[in-house]
């Protein structure tokens, strides 16, 4: 049985060696095969110096070095398409989602199970406001989607070959894998754990990344805001029949009032709602627009420690 590992890296000189190093340790006391496929997603500190070293030590080390910075969802996705594993691990570099878990993901699996998702009972080191927002996120996801995402996980989990076989058959651009983990079905397990603080370094999901993250989750699993304008345009529109029969009876009745400034305000609801409506469709048909285009996901500048078989070549 081979295990991989998939580490998705950006600017992690601060941590990566000790990230190498209790995998590594957690690895060798297991009973089974492994690799270990480390995805540098356009770091421009001193990470890939730091693993291209190691990875010319241990062969287990499999480095896959994009050309630029292509996001942490498109990371890990590239780590699924690059590994070899039965089963494979997601998991940070920043060592807030504990490696020393693995083995226990794993008795997991062998039981039967094909996804084992970290589940966090408790977050250390994080805002109140970034606790809230998270699960606030959720709240909205799930009520928007038939989907059911579940609540307080991220991509720390380990998934079957059968599962990765599929996901790397998923080819949308704007991807978001804890619920494309969670649309694919199969026997899946809620492993509860506490999540550590990070090691060292600073998150590299700030405010306007987490959003972006949150708005490529709601449309990618809901065509429910798409609903929403129908409905609202439906509601606005038996509103403007009865506000202009009220007008016709005003105007019969000439009831002197400054009607002028209802149908201003009126008048500018109704373009704040179009306007947003717009804004909506927009972001579908952008979606649209990335997968009609038919680019790669990501472009690699090099790849360390893989052989011609593992390449499929």
Request: glycine share 8%.
């Amino acid at each position: 049985m081979l295990l991989s590992v998939i580490i998705p890296m950006y600017n992690e000189e601060e941590v990566i060696a000790q990230t190498y190093k209790r995998l590594k340790a957690i690895l060798e006391s297991m009973d089974n095969d492994y690799e270990m496929v480390f995805v540098n997603d356009g770091s421009r500190d001193g990470t890939m110096d730091i693993m291209r070293s190691t990875a010319d030590q241990d062969k287990t080390v499999k480095i896959v070095d994009f050309a630029r910075n292509f996001g942490h969802q498109v990371a890990v996705t590239a780590g699924m398409l690059y590994c070899s594993g039965d089963a494979a691990v997601i998991i940070d570099a920043d060592l807030q989602d504990p490696p020393e878990l693995i083995p226990e993901m794993l008795k997991k699996w062998e039981e039967g199970y094909q996804v084992v998702y970290g589940k966090r009972l408790k977050r250390d080191g994080e805002s109140a406001f970034k606790l809230f927002t998270a699960k606030a996120f959720y709240k909205v996801i799930n009520k928007l989607s038939g989907n059911m995402i579940p609540q307080d996980t991220g991509d720390f989990r380990l998934i079957d070959r059968a599962v990765i076989d599929i996901m790397n058959c998923m080819p949308e651009h704007n991807r978001f894998l804890r619920g494309m983990g969670s649309w694919v079905g199969f026997k899946q397990y809620a492993y509860e754990y506490h999540r550590d603080k990070r090691f060292a370094g600073t998150t590299k999901y700030p405010l306007k990344k987490m959003l972006k993250l949150a708005k490529d989750g709601i449309i990618s699993f809901s065509n429910k805001p798409l609903e929403a304008l129908t409905a609202s345009g439906c509601a606005f529109g038996f509103a403007g029949c009865v506000w202009l029969l009220v007008l016709i009876i005003l105007a019969i009745c000439a009831v002197g009032f400054g009607s002028w400034q209802i149908i201003l305000a009126g008048m500018l609801t109704l373009c704040g709602v179009l306007l947003i409506g717009m804004g909506v469709l927009g972001e579908y048909i952008g979606r649209i627009y990335d997968e009609a285009k038919g680019r790669p996901q990501f472009t690699v500048a090099a790849l360390y420690n893989f052989d011609q078989n593992e390449l499929g070549e």
